[in-house]
């Protein structure tokens, strides 16, 4: 990999932890509470939405103090929606990265309050950055609010739900995704370029760049579970063939969907060339997603 | 009770339900999880929460078309609370105001994401409303998010859950219903207030008349658990004496917790005297409150 986007990325890392030790070391709640969200949002994971925030942000004009609430707050609402998601009544995991879910390590009505709390404490986080101007704050709110809701992610979830009952077509697919995790991957990188300045053309452009890497991230997570290594994944592999479910693979073939990938590579390299940021790690995080081995 | 606060609740209700048809009917959202916001947005109840914001909205420069995002908002948080609140790893509750609740007429993970939505969405509301300055959306989103979050009303609930476990102390007990009933009831006085442009002293008056307007809520609750109708309450009673839970009748017996409610409306109603709203809707809202029967 890109040792410049290594770098980039770690640096990132580095920060969006420290930003976390600090909100939570702030926060004056039931320690069984913060034991709880401290515990999903520092186990780990690729940290890929605040770093594609990040990376959006360094494409136009770059200010790191301006990102970092937003960062974390768009983590805290990608872990909510995986403690929810681990719940019995939804997908039902005990285990996730390799610890156990949040409701195994604590129990279930602690996990859906700590979801519930993470996600609140999002729009919170946002609403008292001193760093944002109240134009500002109000936009991100709005655009995350809008990401993350009924209009998005819950609706890809309620969706995705709903075509495990029966088989979805390659387009429907593509909606599920498109809502499920491509809502918030456009959040990402629509407010990152957002905080920079960019014009309304050149956030135009990046919207049609993220709905292609938000594709091209989940051929690479259907492929995974086809070809992936289980010990890199940090789980089993084949689960989609074995619970039957609709994915590219499936519905392409594993050549089929390794030049399905190609094609949105292409779109999402000539889109971000359209958006100005054709030397930018957007366009190195393309590669690092579309290769990634877990 | 007073009829010019039977009319003005009543006229408060009708837009409450006015705007609730308006923003459903706009939300383009997969149909099941559209019926299963609706089914518990709808569910009626005495929209307690919206009429105390808009009667602490008319103590001071009446705003109505101001108050009406965060009024819906305000319910949204209240409905998503009790259809989490419900689930069966809480209370596991299968009616509600005599109607089946959410997870009971959907499923669990139906009622998990419709509570997410609503949660959400009621950010994005407020963001969104035309009526109001980017100032007072982001005073508002910080206040709600502040009051429902982990230092709100979920740390009560946490709290809650905790003291099922072990008795509960008098100061305990305040401290739960503070954080699990009166924070959500703060807001809506303070919410109304501010967008009325009441000054920094009576907002402080009003804070403390909104922590014992809390109290009053909560005694007569408790109260209401012992000596109330099960028909007019639409739930059975007795049911904190069965699960032994702590209750103001149970610490300090009936008469006890009668004169504690006394205790409470005065100071009320010095507070609300000291906020310059001695002739409005709240002052006669305490009287309500404190003598309801459901």
Redesign the interface.
């Known amino acids: 990999m890109h040792q410049a986007l290594i770098k980039f990325m770690e640096e990132q890392k580095v920060m969006l932890l420290q930003e976390m030790d600090d909100v939570l070391g702030r ?4 320690n ?3 034991d709880s ?1 401290a515990y999903s949002l520092q186990a780990g994971g690729k940290r890929l939405r605040p770093v594609l925030l990040a990376a959006s942000n360094a494409a136009y004009d770059s200010n790191p103090k301006k990102i970092q609430s937003s960062a974390l707050a768009l983590e805290m609402i990608h872990t ?1 929606s995986l403690i ?1 998601d681990d ?1 019995p ?2 997908d039902d995991d005990d285990y996730r990265r390799g610890k156990l879910t949040n ?1 195994k390590k604590f ?4 996990a ?2 700590a ?3 993470l ?3 999002s ?2 986080l946002i ?2 950055d001193p760093e944002l101007s ?2 500002e ?2 936009q991100l ?2 655009m995350l ?2 990401a ?4 998005g992610m ?2 890809g ?3 995705d ?2 075509a495990e009952r029966k088989p979805a077509s390659l387009a429907e697919l593509e909606r599920i995704h498109a809502l499920k995790t491509g809502a918030l991957l456009e959040f990402a990188i629509h407010a990152g370029a957002y905080l920079g300045k960019a014009s309304a053309e050149q956030l135009s452009h990046l919207k049609e760049f993220a709905h292609y890497l938000g594709l091209i991230f989940q051929v690479q997570d259907d492929l995974l579970d086809v070809t992936g290594d289980p010990e890199k994944l940090g789980k089993p592999v084949g689960s989609d063939v074995a619970n039957e479910k609709s994915t590219y693979p499936k519905l392409l073939g594993l050549d089929g969907a390794e030049e399905m990938k190609e094609i949105y590579v292409q779109k999402a390299k000539t889109a971000l060339v359209e958006a100005g940021a054709a030397d930018s790690y957007l366009m190195l995080l393309i590669d690092h997603i579309s290769r990634r081995d877990h």
Chains 1, 2 share one sequence.
């Open positions: 926060l004056d709640i039931p069984n509470l913060k969200m909510y929810h719940l009544a939804m409701h129990d279930e009505a602690t859906i309050l979801g519930d709390a996600l609140t404490y729009f919170e609403a008292g109240d134009t704050k109000v709110i709005k609010a809008s993350s809701g009924p209009e819950v609706a979830q309620i969706l739900m709903e």
